[in-house]
């Protein structure tokens, strides 16, 4: 798997999505199963939020658990994204990918939470990954793209 770390003048061309808008967005759950790990995690809807939840477990050389969803981009003019989240202390990565292959390169940004606070982000999937082993909790309320 190639990831490449994001810069904060890296220009996107994404498609606009809201939580009420991607209410029937398909999110895949990808863990480190995928490579003999045991994590496990969980990706559920509520009426404000995403929430991704699991756990994460360094046992069989494993470490991550990761949901992701597919977006169509063609003629969109997105310079910047916008995330509101509220963690649970944890650094999670926000990770964007040009094609739809399961391991092709990913760009990423890591982003730490705060417990129990919403914190916006400015500059789609996400991943608990760095040996952060237990139980873990990120709840997504906004992903907003802007022009």
């Known amino acids: 798997m190639i990831t490449k770390q994001l810069s904060s003048l890296f220009v996107f061309n994404l498609l606009v999505v809201s939580a009420q808008a991607n209410a029937n967005q398909r999110w895949y759950v990808i863990n480190d199963s995928v490579m003999g790990g045991v994590s496990n ?16 477990s360094l046992d069989n050389n494993g470490g991550f658990a990761s949901i992701r969803t597919e977006l169509n981009t ?10 509101r989240v509220k963690g649970d202390g944890q ?10 292959y399961l391991n092709g390169a990913a760009y990423t940004h890591s982003f730490k939470t705060v417990k129990n606070e919403w914190v916006d982000i400015k500059q789609l999937g996400f991943m608990i990954a760095g040996k952060q082993e ?4 990120l709840e997504v309320g ?6």
Do not use: P, W
């Open 41 to 56: 995690s969980q990706v559920t809807q509520t009426q404000e939020s995403l929430l991704f939840t699991g756990n994460v």
């Open 142 to 147: 906004k992903i907003e793209f802007k022009s």
């Open 134 to 137: 237990g139980k873990f909790k």
């Open 91 to 100: 650094t999670y990565q926000l990770r964007l990918r040009t094609t739809n």
């Open 74 to 83: 063609q003629s969109q003019n997105t310079k910047a994204i916008a995330l």
